[in-house]
């Protein structure tokens, strides 16, 4: 494949990162996977590492050079922060340097950002989002692109996985105190984890880093069985995550004058599941905001990256 020009998209996340590369008309050439690259974890240097080696090993597969990669853009997991975004690529391209590589031209992204092109195809419309956290972003008829949430979970991320199970866990301790009405969710947190005590959830939460998103699931069960309290949280849940789409069309129309049915697709772990969860945030979502039509996300967050890169390349042009 020699004197060919490609693009490379990359979705990168805490346990995987995966790759495409693509001709300048979008066309896969190559699709590969390696590990985690969430630098926020792992560091920069590490996850520089990975993205390096995955552009390496999808030329090595496409038979053609790093050069001959006209542009790299690469969504990952936090970096959503200007500073961190030029981090990450000004150490890409120094460990390309040391190795003797040619990287052109390197985006790096948050992966929500990707997951939005991705969406709708580099088209117009909202992403809603909620895995460990929340986030929700959109795109207008001009090219604009809003934001509500992603705070992290210590100031936000209302409707996400964490929120979700810290307040499960809070039902579960007041049940046990006393202090609240009895839930199914403490039956199904000791069967599940073995957290059947104060001691045991304390243990647990405080010196044993458990993973409090890990409730969540627990959560939907038992309001999908008619516990009450969990059903509440829920109800809690999907308010929060309806008012990030809410803020975005309220963004949208303000700099909008065009009156149209939004596409609203939602992406992440926690409401891309047949649940009574997502049933109630549809539900939701569609009596109270009729400019909303909820659809599928049209491709993958990494076909995203490389519509983005081929974006790029042709406003550089």
């Not at 959109?138 to 199970?165: F, M, N, Q, V």
């Not at 609203?264 to 772990?269: D, R």
């Not at 990256?305 to 390349?313: C, D, R, S």
Request: proline content about 1%.
């Amino acid at each position: 494949m020699a004197n060919k020009e490609f693009v490379i998209g990359i979705d990168g996340g805490g346990t995987k990162t995966a790759a495409i590369l693509a001709d300048l008309q979008g066309n896969v050439i190559v699709e590969e996977t390696a590990g985690a690259s969430n630098f926020q974890v792992m560091g920069v240097e590490k996850a520089a590492d990975v993205l390096l080696n995955l552009i390496r090993k999808c030329c090595k597969e496409a038979d053609c050079s790093v050069a001959d990669v006209q542009c790299v853009v690469a969504g990952l997991t936090g970096a959503g922060r200007d500073s961190d975004k030029k981090q990450i690529s000004d150490r890409l391209f120094e460990l390309a340097k040391e190795n003797r590589i040619t990287l052109n031209k390197v985006v790096i992204e948050s992966d929500a950002r990707i997951a939005l092109e991705g969406a709708f195809r580099g088209g117009a419309g909202i992403i809603l989002i909620a895995g460990t956290g929340s986030i929700a972003f959109a795109k207008d008829l001009s090219g604009a692109i809003y934001r509500t949430g992603g705070w992290g979970r210590i100031l936000g991320d209302e409707g996400g996985g964490y929120a979700i199970g810290r307040d499960g866990l809070n039902a579960v301790t007041r049940h046990l105190d006393g202090r609240g009405k009895e839930t199914l969710l403490t039956k199904l947190i000791a069967k599940e984890f073995g957290l059947s005590s104060q001691e045991k959830i304390i243990t647990a939460v405080y010196r044993e880093q458990f993973d409090i998103a890990s409730v969540a699931p627990l959560v939907i069960e038992a309001a999908q069985k008619e516990d009450a309290e969990c059903a509440r949280l829920l109800n809690k849940a999907t308010f929060e995550l309806s008012e990030h789409v809410r803020a975005l069309i309220k963004k949208i129309e303000k700099s909008s004058r065009v009156v149209r049915k939004i596409p609203l697709a939602f992406i992440g772990s926690v409401i891309t599941s047949d649940t009574v969860f997502t049933k109630i945030l549809a539900n939701k979502i569609t009596f109270s905001l009729p400019q909303i039509s909820i659809v599928k996300a049209q491709t993958s967050p990494v076909h995203g990256a490389v519509l983005m890169a081929i974006q790029t390349l042709k406003e550089t042009v």
